[in-house]
């Protein structure tokens, strides 16, 4: 197409078309336009709702963007971000955001070299630092980092590690099972801890499922502690759709409007829950400022600007910026771009996975369908009843945070042939018999149960 002389991109009507661009053929120079427009046009939306409860207008408002290095959409959302503002100072104009950066660090592993290993056998080889000391092997997402830094250089990263979700007080951990650290003399790590917790859990897609949810917890504890207005995170048309599917296939399909839609998030708070997990984790340097808000609840507006945008889109923008964005998305060398990562196995494909994979190959011929899922949960109505009750610990999940509505989760349970006094003990956490486990589901919602104990 590009070389064809007579294929002129329908916009500038000068450059050789070279995209697809839904119905049009465009060239690289109003590609990379029409990426920042659709983005820049929900941040503007964004901006008129959040101002009521905001800001003064005179201010900048302050974003959080979640990113996950290597990850298209979200380097994309950075990025467009980034330019957005930079070409505001360049204008001489009063800049209308600031943007700072939060990383969840999900690989437990290196978390865990940082204390002196007493079991043998955990696999972890350390390499020695340049003195012959031993020093913390760096993660995958840490080395990507210094090139993000180096991309962004204005920008301010901070790097989260996921054991840190110990710390929340967003989360009732005495709804999780407990871990193992009882029985052992020597507290472990909060990494380790953390690890054995999800090997405790049923299934890939439960671990899958809980990381992430740890992961919005510690993304909106950020957001808060970096006095940010609102919380922005890179899910585009496709990876929402993947998202709305997963969640229902999850038996939490209630929760689909707060998981997808753009507005505020409540999550309730758990203190004085009396869980020796978590008192035990404050001790270690968990790397926090010691910067502790007291409000009861979190609750922050959370945005996905990229909700308009299909996957392939970003992907094709990553390559079309000044410098390109390619070298900090190592995942998409080599391997097409719907789907990043082989498949190893598919028993370890989580209903994410899945569900990504499945709407990478949708998007690809009927993104019209990709398009209408993400419409039609828009339409879906955030109950009332539920955001009533958020931030009431007492009636909320204790790990998604949602509302609890009590009726449903009963039918649910019913019409599965599940009573609740029926299921206990899984064997899983080897507390048999034990109230306070009982007690602890209660205060999940049914997907999360579920999720948790299978
Ligand atoms: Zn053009
Ligand atoms: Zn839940």
């Known amino acids: 197409m590009a070389e064809d002389a007579a294929a002129l991109c329908v916009r500038c009507k000068t450059e050789p078309a070279a995209h697809d661009l839904r119905t049009e053929n465009v060239c690289s120079k109003c590609f990379t336009p029409f990426i920042s427009a659709k983005t820049i046009k929900r941040i503007e939306q964004l901006q008129r709702s959040t101002r ?87 993660s995958e997402t840490e080395v990507l980092l210094d090139a993000y830094r180096a991309r962004f250089p204005d920008v301010k990263f901070t790097r989260i590690p996921l054991a840190d979700a110990l710390t929340l007080d967003t989360v009732s951990w005495a709804a999780l099972p407990r871990g193992s650290s009882e029985s052992s003399p020597v507290p472990s790590a909060p990494a380790r801890r953390l690890a054995g917790l999800l090997a405790r859990l049923p299934s890939t897609t439960s671990r899958a499922d809980v990381v992430r949810l740890l992961t919005r917890h510690l993304l909106v504890r950020a957001a808060g502690r970096a006095r940010c207005d609102v919380l922005l995170l890179g899910y585009n048309t496709t990876s929402l759709a993947a ?24 999550l309730p708070s758990w203190t004085g829950d009396g869980d020796d997990t978590r008192n035990e984790a404050d001790n270690d340097d968990t790397k926090e400022n010691g910067e502790t808000h007291s409000s009861s609840s979190s609750s922050i507006p959370v945005y996905h600007p990229l909700r308009e945008l299909f ?91 949602m509302g609890l509505d009590e009726a449903g989760d009963e039918r649910w349970r019913g019409e599965l042939g599940e009573p609740a006094a029926a299921r206990s003990g899984d064997g899983g956490g080897g507390q048999a018999g034990n109230d306070d486990d009982d007690d602890g589901r209660k205060r999940l919602c049914y997907g999360c149960e579920r999720s948790v104990y299978g």
Not at 68 to 96: C, E, I, M, Y
Not at 98 to 124: K, M, N, P, Q, Y
Request: hydrophobic share 35%; proline share 4%; aromatic share 4%.
């Open 52 to 138: 009521a409860f905001g800001r003064p207008a005179a201010d900048a408002q302050r974003y959080l963007v979640a990113l996950r290095p290597g990850g298209v959409s979200s380097t994309a959302l950075l990025s467009v971000l980034w330019d957005n503002v930079r070409q505001q100072r360049a204008r001489g104009q009063r800049v209308k955001f600031d943007v700072v950066v939060a990383v969840v660090d999900t690989d437990l592993s290196v978390e865990a070299d940082d204390v002196e290993r007493d079991d043998a056998g955990s696999g972890i080889v350390e390499e020695g630092g340049e003195d012959g000391q031993a020093t913390r092997r760096r």
């Open 243 to 266: 998202l709305t599917l997963a969640e229902t296939a999850k038996g939490r399909g209630f929760g689909v409007p707060w998981a997808v839609q753009d507005g505020e998030i409540s």
């Open 311 to 401: 996957r392939k889109e970003l992907v094709t923008y990553t390559g079309l910026t000044d410098p390109p964005l390619t070298p900090l998305l190592p995942s998409l060398a080599g391997s097409s771009s719907s789907s990043a990562r082989a498949v190893v196995s598919h028993k370890d494909l989580s209903i994410d996975d899945v569900m990504t994979r499945y709407f990478g190959e949708v998007e690809a011929s009927y993104p019209s369908v990709v398009a209408n899922v993400v419409r039609t949960t828009g339409k879906l109505e955030r109950r009332a009843a539920t955001t009533a009750t958020a931030g009431e610990s007492g009636s909320s999940c204790g790990l998604c945070g």
